[in-house]
């Protein structure tokens, strides 16, 4: 079983919609989370970073954690087609090591 | 806003040989590290390191591969006798001098192995 789970879409979005990206993990020693968006050829850009189960929210971006189900999600609202990009979900148990999922690729649409 | 930097964007190099990529963390991180994304995979942790000494390595991580801050700003992943299967993006990352702060990406160096 892998340790951060994605669905990799892609996710084809209209623009000003709300987008819900989702990641699951197995790994109970997990105890923060951060969403990164990644544009093509670029770094790994961090959006949100959270350590306790409930929900987050930094301007259009709400990260939510419910570490009983292990389950996080990042709500994107009013998405724009800069917005377009692949999205990586990735948890930190110990020792400053990530554990990053695949990524889901999300495009808005004009 | 500060960030990481990396060079070079892109490395072309012969299997067999050696590469030394570079990255500036951001000025008052303490803690560094390396990863790497294979073309259509995840991103894979590496190396951490930390007070000039590794913290914690992956299994990816053996004998070929050598970190070091040779000076008070650079990061250096060194690949020995480079092989195929090496080709990848490698980021370094740093964060903050409290454990458990976000890590801060660069934007990679292309390594090609041909």
């Known amino acids: 079983q892998k340790e951060v789970e994605q669905d990799p879409g892609p996710l084809s979005v209209p623009e000003g919609a709300i987008v819900s990206l989702n990641c699951t993990y197995s790994?109970?020693?997990?105890?923060?989370f951060m969403w990164y968006r990644q544009y093509s050829r670029k770094g790994p850009e961090l959006l949100m970073y959270?350590?306790?189960?409930g929900n987050k929210e930094d301007g259009r971006f709400t990260a939510q954690v419910d570490k009983s189900s292990k389950y996080i999600s990042l709500f994107i609202r009013d998405s724009q087609p800069s917005d377009s990009a692949t999205y990586l979900c990735a948890g930190e148990g110990g020792g400053n090591k990530l554990t990053f999922g695949t990524g889901t690729q999300l495009k808005v649409e004009l | 806003e500060p960030e990481v930097t990396q060079t070079p964007s892109h490395q072309v190099t012969q299997m067999g040989q050696e590469v030394i990529l570079r990255c500036v963390p951001i000025s008052n991180h303490l803690y560094f590290y390396w990863y790497r994304q294979i073309l259509g995979q995840k991103v894979e942790f590496l190396v951490s390191f930390y007070n000039n000494e590794i913290s914690e390595k992956s299994e990816i991580f053996d004998d070929q591969f050598s970190v070091e801050r040779p000076d008070g700003s650079n990061f250096t992943l060194k690949i020995r006798s480079t092989k195929l299967e090496d080709s990848a993006m490698y980021f370094c990352?740093?964060?903050?001098?409290?454990?458990?702060?976000?890590?801060?990406f660069g934007d990679g160096t292309r390594l090609s192995i041909l």
């Open positions: 990352a740093s964060s903050d001098r409290t454990e458990n702060q976000p890590q801060h």
């Open positions: 959270t350590y306790s189960s």
């Open positions: 790994n109970s020693a997990f105890q923060y």
